[in-house]
């Protein structure tokens, strides 16, 4: 039994509910036990989800995690995310005793291909795996600002294989907590700053296919001279691969004019649901101007194109 957990807010039940989808469409030889974490869930919400999930006869849980638990953690202006991204932070507390790994799945990712491999991952006695952001190769911004040294990377915390029982041995949301009040006005990335400050020196690093980040299939990776030319030839070969594709930047496959060059594997498991019809809503913006320039130039060969052919 593979157990899997989703943290939603109702804006989410639609991307969750597709990338359930996908996951059961590419993995049917496995039993999935899926823990949905929310606190504003409606039970028509449970009820579209309990649908999915069951159509493909695997098993749903709900928890509804009181709001004050999270009320007081920081989110910044301009964020695309919700208070529901701290969720993950309590799950040996609202997950069963019995139940000592789980796997963490942000809904704003596709699942392309058997995940066995990743869920099979040998903890090590380590608090979890993930695989390492594309800018911790670009940039020390992250680790200047959580005071670590870069030879640890820094991870992504879309993908998270968690070892619960590590976490509850060792009072890892105490831990969590503690530096959270203690580093605070370093906090930009919510809770994925807060797991690489607290675990930074203790995680295991898990291969690009499991967690295929947007901004490795940017340009920009593979023509920095800082990043070394075994790593880039490495992700190249993880991404060709990939069994998990993450739209991890603030514009997603279902607003209109992404640009992602995978984004229509959302749309492909979309088809197979209850919201086959929907279209993205079209407006201007200056993300859209920006990007109508880019496309223009790029046409022109003034610009490079901003992703990668794969």
């Not at 069963?96 to 291909?113: E, F, T």
């Not at 058997?114 to 006695?125: A, M, S, V």
């Not at 030879?151 to 009072?171: P, S």
């Amino acid at each position: 039994m593979i157990h899997l957990v989703c943290c939603i807010d109702e804006k989410y039940i639609q991307h969750c509910g597709v990338m359930l989808i996908s996951l059961f469409e590419n993995n049917p030889n496995h039993n999935f036990a899926v823990h949905i974490i929310s606190n504003d869930m409606t039970n028509d919400d449970k009820c579209i989800l309990s649908d999915i999930i069951k159509k493909y006869e695997n098993n749903v849980f709900f928890y509804y995690i009181d709001g004050k638990w999270v009320e007081s953690l920081p989110l910044f202006e301009g964020d695309h995310i919700s208070l529901a991204t701290y969720y993950r932070l309590f799950l040996p507390i609202i997950l069963p005793d019995a139940i000592d790994k789980v796997l963490y799945l942000d809904c704003d990712l596709i699942v392309v291909s058997d995940i066995i491999g990743l869920w099979n991952t040998d903890l090590k006695n380590k608090p979890l795996a993930a695989i390492a952001e594309s800018t911790a190769y670009l940039s020390d911004d992250n680790f200047v600002r959580l005071m670590y040294d870069n030879k640890y990377l820094y991870f992504n915390a879309g993908v998270l294989l968690i070892n619960l029982d590590y976490w509850r041995k060792n009072n890892c949301v105490a831990m969590c907590m503690q530096y959270l009040e203690k580093c605070r006005s370093r906090i930009r990335w919510h809770d994925q700053d807060i797991l690489n400050g607290v675990f930074h020196d203790c995680w295991v690093q898990l291969p690009v296919r499991y967690n295929a980040l947007q901004g490795y299939y940017q340009a920009y990776f593979f023509d920095s001279v800082n990043v070394d030319s075994a790593i880039k030839e490495n992700v190249l070969n993880e991404l060709k691969s990939a069994v998990i594709v993450h739209f991890c930047a603030k514009n997603k496959p279902w607003d209109f004019y992404n640009q992602h060059p995978l984004r229509f594997l959302y749309y492909e498991y979309l088809k197979k649901s209850r919201w086959e019809n929907y279209v993205p809503r079209f407006c201007v913006s200056w993300y859209f101007l920006k990007n109508l320039l880019r496309n223009i130039l790029v046409k022109l060969g003034i610009k490079k194109t901003y992703y990668i052919n794969i």
